[in-house]
């Protein structure tokens, strides 16, 4: 398929377009600069620097190819923004096309909860409440096929911004690193190439649409993870922190969902979409895989 690709230069999105380009898909990588599109044709995609808010030029591009995935993320108060500008094209775009659309969002939406499915109530924190409405629009949609993908903590290739912040953790004065709170709080967790390969699956598959979980069912503590971080970046151990430790540190919005307790099995993905994940989980990969290696380079 001839596919529209928006974060190909970032985490998630750069595997996402290592995975279709192995499966013989052609990708569009739709980037800001020249530098990024230099990034992705090195990478084999065919680069087109474009503003995601001039709605007309993404609009073009899109009723050019025959599907579009959106990975990107600026990360900061201007998310809400672009996910809005981007939807609005591909719902222009794709209208009475039936083409798919595959949206990128994130577990932190659902709050607490240790057996999150696509049927669990929503109840955001604050630093995500406005990615709900905008998800809604996508499987909404009755004349594209609307795919909302809500990753878990993705992890993979000694990279990520959750895990680096854990490898980056702060020491008390026998060396340990500082839990984010108790440790006790539950993450659902799920490898960026596994995640990649369940993007790739939904593209292909014509019967996916609306709110998909993904996670690799392993749900280790935050006590589990930072004892592994421990190890990887030559910490001499881990310890509690506490949540008025993690909001000073982190402010209130980022430490809010940091320390939010969750699990998720990806009952659906599995069931419909034959998805396994086949990566280590990231307790091991601290301990013994690519974060170790890129701590000690």
């Given amino acids: 398929m001839k596919v529209a690709l928006t974060g190909a230069t970032g985490f998630v999105g750069s595997h996402v377009l290592a995975e279709l380009l ?4 052609e990708v569009t990588a739709l980037v800001r600069d020249q530098p990024r599109a230099d990034t992705v044709e ?3 995609a065919a680069p087109a620097v474009v503003d995601i808010y001039d709605r007309p030029a993404v609009v073009t591009l899109l009723r050019d190819v ?10 900061d108060a201007t998310s809400a923004d672009l996910d809005s500008a981007i939807v609005d094209a591909a719902l222009e775009a794709f209208a ?38 905008i998800d809604r629009r996508v499987v909404a949609a009755t004349d594209m096929r609307g795919v909302v993908v809500v990753s878990s903590v993705a992890y993979g290739d000694g990279a990520g911004g959750v895990p680096g912040l854990l490898l980056g953790s702060p020491r008390d004065d026998a060396g340990d690193l500082i839990m984010l709170g108790t440790g006790d709080q539950h993450w659902s967790t799920v490898h960026v190439a596994d995640l990649a390969e369940f993007f790739r699956r939904v593209l292909e598959d014509d019967s996916a649409r609306g709110y998909y979980v993904v996670g690799d069912g392993l749900n280790p503590t935050v006590a589990e993870l930072t004892e592994a971080a ?7 151990g881990a310890v509690p922190g506490n949540d008025d430790e993690a ?12 320390l939010l307790d969750q699990g998720t099995d990806a009952a659906r993905a599995r069931a419909e979409l034959d998805w396994r994940p ?7 990969e601290f301990r013994h895989g690519s974060y170790r290696t890129a701590a000690a380079g």
């Fill in 278 to 284: 086949s990566h280590p989980g990231l307790v091991e």
């Fill in 247 to 258: 909001r000073a540190r982190l402010g209130d919005y980022f430490a809010e969902v940091l």
């Fill in 96 to 133: 009475g096309t039936g083409k798919p659309y595959l949206h990128i969002s994130g577990a932190w939406i659902y709050g607490n909860n240790t057996s999150i499915n696509e049927e669990s109530p929503m109840n955001a924190p604050a630093m995500v409440s406005w990615k709900e409405p």
């Fill in 230 to 236: 421990a190890v990887a970046a030559g910490a001499a």
């Fill in 22 to 25: 192995e499966h013989g898909h």
């Fill in 42 to 44: 090195g990478h084999g």
């Fill in 66 to 75: 025959e599907a579009a995935i959106h990975t990107a993320s600026p990360g």
